[in-house]
Structure formats: C-alpha cells, structure tokens
C-alpha cells in the first residue's frame, strides 16, 4: 500500500497532462472503436467536473473525476493508475475520495461506465468492492456490448 497524498488536479501541470493522455492512450488501445468514454484535458476543464490527483511526493500516481450530472447524480470519470503503481491502493483511495465527496455534495446516486472486456476486470473488481453494482445506460450513454454500467447508491451506508 503507497501513502498517496490527494488533492484537486491542476490541468496546467504537464504531469497531470501527460497521465491523461496516457489513460486515453489506453483506453482506446484497450476499447472497440466507439467505446471509449475517457475524458481528454480539455473536456476535464467542464465546470461540472471536478478532477483529483493522487501523489507522492512529487511523483503523480494517479487520476480520477467525478462529473455532475444532475443535482442528485453524479459519474466517476478518468479513473486511472500510473502502470508502475497499479494494485497498491491508489485506485481505491481515489475511488474512496470521489464516493466521499459525492455524498457531501448531496449526491444520491454515483455511476459510471467501465469496459466489458478482460482489461478491465481489475477495476470492476475494486468498483464491487466499494458496493457499486450493475445497472443498464444512465445519462447519455446507450447500450453497447463493450460496455460495462454500474451504480452505487450513496444514501446506503456501508
């Protein structure tokens, strides 16, 4: 497990540049043409979005966002883990924090959209661990074979 320090992300820092363009790298490497969702630098500036950075030290660990959708719904965006840091706990802390500040926003309802594919079990595993569960399209999105939806309601305490 890493100590990450946690705090809101700068979009003008190049290492929180750079691990956003690696996760859309990815992403769309690891996707179907079509079903990558992840967000690029400039739709992260969106006022209804709010973006997080884990750190240590001066090193960036990760990502993560949380997207307002209406007043009682929110959507994790752009989770991602540096690769050399993955399965030690800086997903979790990221996720831990969004779902946190989800319910002190007045959140009742936390989605988000993750790929169906063997890439991406790891973090359907980590979103079942903190009680998100599968649910059809929410918001925009429409039904697609590569895509995973899940939900976690926010007004049940764990």
């Given at each position: 497990m890493i100590e990450v320090t946690l705090s809101r992300a700068d979009l003008s820092d190049p290492q929180v540049v750079s691990l956003v363009q690696r996760h859309l790298l990815r992403a769309r490497a690891a996707t179907a043409p079509g079903s990558a969702h992840a967000l690029?630098?400039?739709?992260?500036?969106?006022?209804?979005?709010?973006?997080?950075?884990?750190?240590?030290?001066?090193s960036l660990l990760g990502i993560a966002a949380l997207k307002r959708l209406a007043s009682d719904h929110g959507e994790v965006k752009s989770m991602y883990t540096a690769e050399n840091v993955r399965r030690r706990g800086v997903a979790r802390a990221l996720l831990q924090h969004i779902v946190a500040e989800a319910r002190s926003s007045g959140l009742a309802r936390l989605s988000l959209e993750t790929g169906s594919w063997d890439y991406f079990e790891p973090a359907r595993a980590l979103y079942r661990s903190l009680g998100f569960s599968a649910c059809g399209p929410?918001?925009?999105?429409?039904?697609?074979?590569?895509?995973?939806?899940?939900?976690?309601?926010?007004?049940i305490r764990e």
């Open positions: 690029d630098v400039g739709e992260l500036r969106a006022p209804e979005i709010s973006l997080w950075a884990a750190w240590e030290g001066g929410f918001a925009s999105y429409k039904p697609d074979p590569h895509s995973m939806f899940m939900t976690l309601d926010l007004r």
